[in-house]
């Protein structure tokens, strides 16, 4: 069988979606962070970082490259030649998503890029940073979802 591009978006974000929040729960369950030390002094908490960082920017990736023009070819909207900052407002317009928050967490994501191995504290608010965006990235999914689904096309 033969995806189509939405179906083949969906299933792509599902994988992403699921893992993340296994993350998360077990990100939740050690509690609050005070020091970066907390989670890299733990093997088992980093890794739980880790998998919480690599599913928010994959999840990311996969709503931006592969559900936002599928969505948006479901819908009928001529978007090729729009630009991403275009494509954003029109699903915004729609209620998907909200812009400001999805250039939120893409700033949050470039700071991940970029490693302080002299200032801890600023690794630790990116870090405490991305697990939330994460959260609320799993939200948005969620709800995009919900949306398709209300409309037939999931």
Do not use: C
Not at 133 to 146: D, E, S, V
Request: hydrophobic share 50%; aromatic share 10%; no cysteine.
């Amino acid at each position: 069988m033969t995806r189509t591009r939405l179906e083949a978006a969906l299933w792509e974000a599902d994988r992403h979606l699921v893992v993340l929040e296994q993350a998360m729960a077990s990100w939740a369950a050690y509690g609050e962070v005070a020091s970066l030390n907390e989670v890299e002094g733990n093997p088992h908490r980093l890794r739980v970082a880790d998998q919480v960082l690599f599913r928010f920017m994959k999840l990311q990736d996969a709503l931006g490259m592969r559900l936002v023009p599928a969505t948006l070819a479901a819908l009928g909207e001529p978007f090729e030649e729009w630009p991403m900052r275009d494509r954003l407002d029109r699903l915004e317009k729609l209620h998907v998503l909200n812009a400001t928050d999805w250039f939120a967490w893409r700033e949050i994501r470039n700071q991940l890029a970029h490693e302080y191995p002299d200032r801890p504290q600023r690794r630790l608010a990116n870090l405490l940073a991305a697990v939330e965006a994460a959260g609320a990235l799993a939200g948005l999914y969620r709800h995009w979802r919900t949306f398709l689904q209300t409309r037939g096309m999931a």
